[in-house]
């Protein structure tokens, strides 16, 4: 919706999320007051940003932008994450190899 209205299958086929999931969704951001229901017929509903999502969104672009976090640094998070998952995996199943501050023997 940030390029214009679309329907719930537009939104769907772009995000390649369940149309039924997406309409959940619009329900949930109408609420919110983030979307609105631009156009409406008996078989088709054409939603849209409200001011308040447009600027959300625009929060959002502006974050995005700001933050230095990019698929390399996201791939090193999770590779030191894995890291301590499995040190803790070892410490639980072999506590007597770690010294009283939690190093190596």
């Known amino acids: 919706?940030?390029?214009g209205p679309q329907s719930i299958n537009q939104l769907s086929n772009i995000s390649?999320?369940?149309w039924r999931t997406v309409e959940n969704h619009m329900v949930h951001l109408m609420g919110k007051g983030m979307v609105k229901i631009a156009y409406k017929t008996s078989y088709l509903k054409i939603y849209?940003?409200?001011d308040d999502g447009k600027k959300y969104l625009e929060f959002l672009k502006q974050r995005y932008q700001k933050s230095h976090i990019n698929n390399?640094?996201?791939a090193e998070l999770d590779d030191i994450r894995?890291?301590?998952r499995?040190?803790?995996k070892i410490y639980a199943a072999n506590p007597e190899?770690?010294?009283?501050r939690g190093d190596l023997s």
């Open 1 to 3: 919706m940030a390029k």
């Open 16 to 18: 390649g999320i369940n």
């Open 48 to 50: 849209d940003l409200t």
């Open 72 to 74: 390399v640094e996201i």
């Open 82 to 84: 894995n890291m301590q």
């Open 86 to 88: 499995e040190f803790v």
């Open 97 to 100: 190899i770690f010294n009283d």
